[in-house]
């Protein structure tokens, strides 16, 4: 275990703010989990899990213990005749993960390819790309209680996946950490191309011969061509979720926007793109200093240099007050700022 004191978190981050920790703790696995949270030392300091910091923008110095669990392990656990169940620790890096998948043969996550962060966080926000959620796939997820320690295997069901969302995010915010997860993976190949952009990949090829490899390769091309690398530009993907309206709402943009598409997530209920109505904002690749929309995704806001945490906030706040005003719906934030 290693703890340091008074560190820069700007290399933990992915939006490359600058900002410090008062301790910053990396465990190897829960044994040394358990010590350090049971450590007196440490006990009443505020706690905060960091995986890839790919989700996440500080917005001040952090006056508690960061904990990073470098736990690593990956390992089929059991085999049905229909499934294969794989455990893998929090650690493990999400895009190793499906590469490691994939070479074991197995579909279900090529089109989470390339998400940033680590394999603990997936389930918090139920990462998504290209038709698929990890929800699709996950079968429990282990949790250790940052008081008790006491531990915890929930269910799929008992986690309350939803679209970006989950009890991680809800009722059991902060208080617990992820340990590993378990999915479950089909033995039958179910590779899926629903989604637009990999149906176009794919035109003209048999979708009986498309294997999780092609599409994992497919979904990192589209990626790479649309996406800003984190390792060039300060990014956190996505910086708002997609609102879902009523189907009244949705006509009646519909009307006015013939360009408009939406993806209906109940009988009554529409979601549409949030980037999409940025865009129609005149926003795609507007900068205020350091900060702007990016300019071949209007959902990414981008720090092109030395931003702070609280000019990108200001700056997301002037993007959703532009969209209330022009559509009267509201934008809410995918990322946790802290
Ligand atoms: C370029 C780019 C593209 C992206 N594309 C997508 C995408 O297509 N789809 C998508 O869904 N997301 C996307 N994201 C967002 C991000 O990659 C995911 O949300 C990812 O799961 C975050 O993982 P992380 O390890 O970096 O989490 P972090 O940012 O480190 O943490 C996120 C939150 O989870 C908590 N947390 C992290 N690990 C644990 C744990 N083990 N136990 C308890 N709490 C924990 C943290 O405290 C924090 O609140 C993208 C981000 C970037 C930068």
Redo the contacts with the bound molecule.
């Keep these: 275990m290693i703890i340091k004191n008074n560190i820069s978190l700007k290399p933990c981050n992915?939006f490359n703010v600058d900002i410090k920790a008062k301790y910053f703790a990396e465990v190897n696995n829960t044994k040394e989990l358990k010590e350090l949270l049971s450590n007196k030392q440490y006990i009443s300091e505020k706690k905060?899990?960091?995986?890839?910091?790919?989700?996440?923008l500080f917005t001040n110095n952090f006056d508690g213990i960061v904990i990073k669990?470098n736990n690593l392990s990956i390992k089929i656990i059991s085999e049905t005749k229909e499934n294969v169940f794989v455990q893998s620790d929090?650690g493990v890096e999400?895009d190793s993960f499906v590469k490691y998948t994939i070479d074991k043969g197995l579909s279900g996550i090529e089109n989470l390819s390339l998400?940033?962060?680590?394999v603990?966080?997936?389930p918090?926000?139920n990462?998504?790309?290209y038709g698929v959620e990890v929800k699709d796939i996950i079968e429990s997820v282990s949790i250790m209680h940052l008081d008790s320690l006491e531990e915890k295997i929930l269910l799929k069901a008992e986690c309350n996946f939803n679209y970006?969302n989950s009890i991680?995010k809800n009722e059991l915010k902060n208080k617990?950490?992820?340990?590993s997860v378990v999915f479950k993976f089909p033995k039958q190949n179910c590779v899926n191309i629903e989604y637009a952009s990999l149906k176009n990949y794919f035109v003209g090829k048999d979708e009986n011969e498309i294997t999780s490899k092609d599409v994992r390769n497919a979904v990192i091309s589209i990626r790479e061509r649309k996406?800003?690398d984190?390792n060039k530009v300060g990014?956190?993907?996505?910086f708002f979720k997609n609102p879902i309206i009523t189907k009244e709402k949705y006509e009646e943009l519909k009307n006015e926007y013939s360009d408009l598409n939406g993806y209906p997530e109940t009988n009554s209920k529409i979601k549409i793109s949030a980037g999409w109505l940025i865009e129609k904002c005149g926003l795609k690749g507007k900068h205020i200093g350091n900060v702007g929309v990016h300019e071949k995704q209007a959902l990414v806001i981008v720090n092109y240099g030395n931003a702070t945490g609280n000019e990108i906030v200001e700056f997301s706040k002037m993007i959703q007050n532009l969209v209330q005003n022009k559509f009267n719906i509201k934008i809410v934030n995918e990322i946790?700022i802290i």
């Design positions: 992915t905060l899990i960091l995986g890839g910091g790919s989700n996440i669990l929090a999400w998400i940033p962060g680590n603990g966080a997936s918090i926000q990462i998504g790309a970006r991680f617990f950490v992820i340990t996406l800003p984190p990014n956190a993907g996505s946790n």
